[in-house]
């Protein structure tokens, strides 16, 4: 099945939208890849040579191919225009007068020296939806910062929630913030484009990764600012629930979410605590909070006389909402992640690169779009194409160096 077969396949809600994608890294990717999931057509434009930074994050690489590219770029086509070349500049503008959306995460000086900036873009496609994605936002003291996901939960306040109790704060260890801010940009793209097709609006949309980190902290924030003490790392023991929290059993850990107090009765019978769950002082869960320390001394001696698959049969029969603590050698094993076809095997790699199903299914796409991450390039003299250029014009451009096709990182 070649590319056009796998775009073809399942044409999504998102059918007939046509993305130009200049971001790099991993949030902006990760925007376009859900809207490429969704059925968008998604041209990704990137520098002569490099291309995009993520290309190079690695090991572990897989047929020269990063692992972390591959899992934030499938479904999409690759164009390299050299935008210090002004025949190249002119080539990027016309892409963008044939697209419905445009998003970047450079520079706002460089925007401008370009003038691919909003407000110059906006007077000449004015039904252009714009997304810009920084690290702080197009506004504010800061807007002109660099950003990435570890400035991002730090500033955000999510590090100094995280880590073991009494402990320093830590990251969570995954690209959290730029996972988010794609989810929060895709969201924004989709709602933007209802309004488009109906009216024919633009629109500029600005979403960051402080922002989106600070959506993450939510009910935190809320709690804090409501009078509630501020927090410190706890090792995940420290929720506005009591229990909500990883426990060590006989053999490994358990997490367990007590959600109301009929659970928390229910919970108490079922463990062989009964004292607990009579205990008018634990009746609620504003009780329990109170006396938190000495319920989870009880709850932690009663749970290490059993495994942790016995506990989790035991409290999964009893409606008792509990999981493994797991690490990713079970998680890609996990019965339900497979039967979900919650991992999509890269096309090429015979299995050797995987990336994940995109957070959401659609009834109406049976199988997902799953075309692999596209070669630096490949796509450019197609694209060129259907926008309007001629082969001749198309040889000028790749003779001259203002565009490139097919070619290796580094090159």
């Keep these: ?133 920084s690290g702080f936002g197009l506004d504010g003291p800061d807007h002109a910062l660099p950003g990435y996901d570890l400035a991002a939960q730090a500033r955000s306040g999510i590090m100094s929630v995280t880590g073991a109790k009494g402990g320093a704060p830590q ?43 600070l959506a993450v902290m939510a009910p935190r924030i809320a709690a804090y600012l409501a009078g509630e003490a501020e927090p410190a790392p706890s090792g995940g023991t420290d929720s506005v629930l009591a229990v909500y929290q990883s426990f060590p059993t006989a053999d490994r850990d358990l997490a367990i979410a007590i959600g109301n107090d009929q659970m928390w009765r229910r919970f108490c019978d079922v463990v062989g605590l009964p004292e607990l769950g009579e205990d008018p002082a634990l009746a609620d869960n504003a ?44 998680v890609v094993t996990d019965p339900q992640v497979v039967a979900r076809g919650s991992l999509l095997p890269v096309p090429g790699t015979d299995g050797a690169m995987h990336s994940v199903h995109s957070p959401f299914r659609f009834a109406s796409i049976p199988e997902p779009r799953n075309s692999p991450c596209p070669v630096l390039g490949a796509h450019t003299r197609e694209v060129l194409a259907e926008c309007g250029f001629t082969d001749s014009d198309i040889d000028a451009l790749l003779a001259d160096g203002a565009v490139q096709e097919g070619v290796k990182v580094g090159e």
């Design 171 to 213: 990251r969570v260890s995954s690209a959290l913030s730029d996972v988010i801010t794609g989810m929060c940009a895709a969201l924004a793209v989709s709602a933007a484009v209802v309004r488009q097709r109906e009216h024919g609006a633009g629109e500029l949309i600005d979403v960051s990764l402080l922002d989106s980190d």
């Design 287 to 330: 009780g329990r909070r109170a006396h938190r320390e000495r319920l989870i001394a009880a709850v932690t001696g009663k749970l290490g006389e059993r495994t942790a698959a016995e506990w989790q049969k035991i409290l999964g029969e009893t409606g008792i909402p509990c999981s493994l603590v797991q690490t990713l050698s079970e």
């Design 1 to 133: 099945m070649n590319d056009q077969d796998r775009r073809n396949a399942a044409p999504g809600p998102l059918a007939g939208l046509k993305v130009i994608d200049m971001t790099t890294s991993y949030a902006g990717p990760t925007a376009s890849m859900y809207l490429a999931d969704l059925g968008a057509d998604v041209i990704k434009v990137e520098r002569p040579g490099a291309g995009d930074d993520a290309r190079t994050w690695g090991p572990p690489f897989v047929q020269d191919t990063s692992a972390w590219f591959a899992s934030a770029n499938r479904n999409k086509r690759s164009v390299v225009i050299n935008l210090r070349d002004p025949r190249g500049l002119a080539t990027l503008r016309r892409l963008i007068g044939s697209a419905d959306v445009f998003m970047e995460n450079l520079n706002p000086g460089k925007l401008k020296s370009l003038g691919i900036d909003h407000e110059t873009l906006h007077a000449e496609f004015p039904a252009l939806i714009y997304c810009a994605m």
